[in-house]
Nanobody
Framework: QLQLVESGGGLVQPGGSLRLSCAAS????????IGWFRQAPGKEREGVSY????????NYTDSVKGRFTISRDNAKNTVYLQMNSLKPEDTAVYFC??????????????????WGQGTQVTVSS
């Protein structure tokens, strides 16, 4: 069971950028697909992006395509989410989670586990 820790959230103005990190101490991290999810107050959790274990494949929800970039550094056991051109509607708690396979339904969080504690992202002027 991985232990994932998110960091990098904060308050940013519309149009600004943040980079979130999802880190684990276990070397087995490199074998897992990692997903980023978010949940805004009063809304359901939604999948933002996810990346294969090698980093060769990734996918995004439509609302963040062209603005967010997911990447990973397996030497550092870390997955990143670079968020540019942030909008107020991106405000949410962002979580990372892991699963063992890439492909199929992912935005609901199905088959993902080892959820982190989340990091707050607030986009406001």
């Amino acid at each position: 069971q991985l232990q994932l820790v998110e960091s990098g959230g904060g308050l940013v103005q519309p149009g600004g950028s943040l980079r979130l990190s999802c880190a684990a101490s276990e070397s087995s991290f490199n074998n897992y697909v990692i997903g980023w999810f978010r949940q805004a107050p009063g809304k359901e959790r939604e999948g933002v992006s996810y990346i294969s274990s090698t980093g060769s494949m990734s996918n995004y929800t439509d609302s963040v395509k062209g603005r967010f970039t997911i990447s990973r550094d397996n030497a550092k056991n870390t997955v990143y989410l670079q968020m540019n051109s942030l909008k107020p509607e991106d405000t949410a708690v962002y979580f990372c989670a892991a699963r063992t396979f890439y492909g199929g339904t992912w935005k609901t969080g199905i088959h993902f586990g080892s959820w982190g504690q989340g990091t707050q992202v607030t986009v406001s002027s």
